[in-house]
């Protein structure tokens, strides 16, 4: 009989456990839990709702979807994949949604169904769980050390998931492992610009850019009363997490096209030209509301009450510009309390991708956000955690 130890009790480290009970009913499988509870992440994903996978329909590169190991990814969606992630859930009991945006959530929108399931598929696989167990060291041989006791074991999977503070992964030391700094990768920024955040609760698709860096997203913009939010703000702060990390997040602009690439002096070109004697306040572009639409005005400088035939060739062009390139300087940011995402953990050339496992350590392997991969928002962190679980599992031997 061969003894395994999980070491993290979230998605990748249950996913993993079950699934390897069930190809080796015969093993002895322990997964050990720092903190009281399994899957604790789990239950307030996706705003409580549980975003388990995505579609990934429209997804041509993966890099756009996973920031940093996407090539890992590659290899284990073949493995274990979005549509896989659906059969299994559903053969477990939970129905199903599909968005329009692509998101999958179980039908119930509970979190907590997801957890319920995957604590009853532990249980009847006969997973010996420890809560409360914190892991202070691993000697190679295998043996993991809790504050309380010791767990001999014949393969570790390790799936403690990232800390900001690296401080999680204080148990790897002695093997030498190089680590990559973990740092925040989902998050929303503030902005002080109090004409913006006076516009609170405003939705507008964008696309948003750092001058002067490759890194731009495109999608929705929610406007909040500390700076910006929404699936384009987290979707950027993914991007260029260790950017933004190293700037501590200030002395930095955000670029907002409020147009999302079309062209603007067309834009207002064809809007001026139909509605002459109205004023501009009264006529603006489509998907920008009357509220933004006078901050944006006001950001190019024209005149309250201005007609559209009185703005004349320079007030168009401030105008056009401030549409294409409306710069605000970054002030920090804001994390989502328990359910942020970070960059970094072990470094990818430690293991074999197409197995997981550490390769200067037989029998040591590694999935979910301990590793340096993490996803953009939208149900994708949540896969890498469902399809790198599995790969694990199906690799110890």
Sequence with gaps: MRRVVVIGGGAAGCFASIEIRRLHPDWEVTLLEAGPRLLAKVAVTGGGRCNLTNSFDGVEDLRKVYPRGAQLMKRALRVFSPQDTMRWFEAEGVALVVQSDHCVFPASQDAMQIVRTLE????????????????????????????????PADAV????????KAAGLGFLS???????????SLFTLRVDDPGLRGLMGTLAEVTLSLPGTPFRSEGT??????????PATLRLSSYAARYLAEKQYRGVNVQIDWLCGERAEEVLADLVAGN????????RPAGITARLWEHLLGRAGLREGIRCAEIGSRGLARLAETLRSDQYPLSGRVHFKEEFVTCGGVSLSEITLSTLEAKRCPGLFFAGEVLD?????GGYNLQAAWSMGTVAARSIK
């Design 221 to 230: 913009l929610l406007l909040t009363d500390w700076g910006i939010s929404g």
């Design 174 to 184: 002695p093997l030498g492992l190089e680590t990559v700094e973990p740092v925040p």
């Design 373 to 377: 991969v993490d996803a953009v928002t």
């Design 276 to 283: 002459p004697r109205k004023a501009l306040s009264s006529v």
């Design 120 to 151: 009853r598929a532990l249980r009847r696989s006969g997973v010996r769980i420890v809560t409360d167990a914190r892991v202070t060291n691993i000697e190679t041989g295998y043996t993991v050390r809790t504050e309380q006791a010791e767990y």
């Design 157 to 164: 999977l390790v799936t403690t998931g990232g800390s900001p």
